[in-house]
């Protein structure tokens, strides 16, 4: 049972143009929600994070956007470089119950310059 | 760099073997994670320990353990490897007993031949 489904394998856009991965999530009990980007060959790195509480956290050229209702979360670059290019993991936790982080399978950014 | 050191880069084994995957946390974290990535999958989390006790399982199997010791490293153990176990298998550490940042190592990858 895949409880953070990240649909689309791979996205590609065009330099200086927005990103947008999705995510989406089943277990009403996640929390805390956190975005990982990774390179080949290295681990995965944390990104930005949002609390349930929020429906919005920025940093710079990231945004992660929550909508609880529809139980989606979605991470907007802008503008995309080249190199954002990576994989892009959504991970959800239940800070409260059982705590263990859950992942996507990924979405793999190609940006192109 | 993460700060979070994993040992050994790549291993080669064969079935129904044994091996030992280590990991160091970063400096001051007490939250050592375990995970697994196959080919084309996202991360499954395995086993989190938090100052030396266990404190959330994941999808981990019957043939693998994990522990970590009194100055916080951390040790995987795979035993009667399959060829199904080849993986990259990663470590993250956080300070907190809650899951929120994690820090990756650069992972092990295991194959079983």
């Known amino acids: 049972d895949q409880q953070v489904k990240q649909n689309s394998p791979s996205l590609s856009v065009q330099e200086g143009r927005i990103s947008i991965l999705n995510c989406d999530y089943t277990?009403?009990?996640?929390?805390?929600f956190l975005w990982y980007k990774k390179y080949p060959a290295e681990g995965p790195t944390f990104l930005i994070s949002?609390?349930?509480?929020?429906d919005k956290n920025e940093d710079g050229r990231f945004t992660v956007f929550l909508n609880k209702s529809a139980k989606h979360l979605s991470l907007h670059i802008v503008p995309s470089q080249p190199g954002d290019s990576a994989v892009y993991f959504c991970?959800?936790?239940?800070?409260?119950?059982?705590?263990?982080?859950?992942f996507g399978t990924g979405t793999k950014l190609q940006v192109i310059p | 760099d993460s700060g979070v050191t994993q040992t050994p880069k790549h291993l080669i084994t064969a079935t129904g073997q044994r091996v030992t995957l280590r990991c160091s946390p970063r400096?001051?974290?007490?939250?050592v994670y375990w995970y697994q990535q196959s080919l084309d999958q996202g991360l499954q989390f395995l086993i989190q320990?938090?100052?030396?006790?266990?404190?959330a399982k994941g999808n981990i199997l019957e043939r693998f353990s994990a522990q970590q010791f009194p100055d916080l490293h951390s040790e995987l153990n795979l035993s009667s490897l399959e060829l199904g176990d080849s993986a990259l298998y990663f470590c993250?550490?956080?300070?907190?007993?809650?899951?929120?940042?994690?820090?990756f190592g650069p992972g092990t990858r295991l194959t079983v031949l």
């Open positions: 277990n009403s009990m996640f929390d805390y």
């Open positions: 993250a550490s956080s300070v907190a007993r809650v899951p929120h940042e994690q820090f």
């Open positions: 949002i609390s349930s509480i929020k």
């Open positions: 991970a959800a936790s239940d800070t409260g119950g059982y705590q263990k982080v859950t």
């Open positions: 400096s001051g974290d007490l939250s």
């Open positions: 320990y938090y100052n030396g006790e266990e404190r």
